[in-house]
């Protein structure tokens, strides 16, 4: 097998039952076919290199990242690999593909389907009741939204519950503006990833602008899950949803602070 490959177009999903899913699933992986990773410096960056030879996108473009930091971290998600090359265990270097492949030629796009957040973004919108949970929203939201104010004169109106509530105009074209001034896809690719996984186009912002941490970002995104699990109890499966998105999250905050 030739490092030419690409080693991320796979079949869809796996489908129930488990047990068929799981044996399904490793006879589709293509089998490990390297023994050593290196992190070469080439002109335009640092290149993933497998017994020699750099790796590719699925669109067949040189893997390359900006620094040797970022490198050595996709680096040891090749290192990591078994028997099986699954995809899905190393998600910043899908997320660099995405980037390298898919947001390079759409920047304008995909700033705008980020922008479209600010129209209706998570942070906007405040419960009346439990008290808890109104005061944990605004334990965490307002924060980000006095940051939002002073470091760019952003200003949001709430609402009370569910019901849309018009932003100013003025405010939605600023945040747009400032997305289409981030050219470079590997900052664009993961602000869209903590985007759409937040909901909120303001804690993926603040994040991108180190105003506040990843763990913080985190938990302010899952503020109404985990009051409602306090109460109720733990919900099992939204958990386990919670831990992939959270593993894509993850990379995602891994590259922009790597930037």
Request: charged residues 25%; proline residues 7%; glycine residues 4%.
């Amino acid at each position: 097998m030739s490092s030419e490959r690409s080693i991320f177009e796979l079949p869809p999903e796996p489908i129930d039952p488990v047990a068929m899913a799981r044996r399904d699933l490793k006879k589709s992986l293509p089998k490990r076919f390297w023994k050593e990773v290196d992190c070469v410096a080439e002109v335009q960056g640092f290149a993933i290199h497998l017994d020699g030879k750099p790796t590719r996108t699925p669109a067949r473009s040189h893997l390359l990242l900006p620094n040797r930091a970022l490198a050595e971290i996709v680096a040891q998600e090749w290192r990591e690999v078994g028997e099986f090359i699954d995809p899905s265990s190393m998600p910043l270097t899908r997320l660099v593909n995405s980037a390298l492949d898919a947001v390079t030629p759409r920047r304008a796009e995909v700033a705008d389907d980020c922008a479209r957040y600010a129209s209706s973004d998570l942070l906007c919108y405040r419960a009346e009741e439990p008290q808890r949970l109104v005061e944990r929203q605004a334990l965490h939201w307002d924060p980000v939204l006095a940051w939002a104010r002073a470091s760019y004169g952003w200003r949001f109106t709430l609402a009370a519950g569910v019901i849309h509530v018009a932003q100013p105009e003025e405010t939605i074209a600023a945040v747009r503006d400032h997305l289409h001034t981030i050219g470079n896809p590997l900052r664009l690719a993961p602000l869209h990833v903590v985007t759409t996984i937040t909901g909120s186009v303001l804690l993926a912002l603040s994040l991108a602008d180190g105003a506040f941490g990843p763990t913080a970002i985190w938990n302010a995104a899952h503020v109404d899950e985990d009051v409602q699990m306090e109460i109720w109890g733990q919900d099992s499966e939204a958990l386990e949803r919670r831990k992939y998105r959270e593993r894509d999250f993850r990379a995602a905050a891994t590259l922009l602070a790597g930037l």
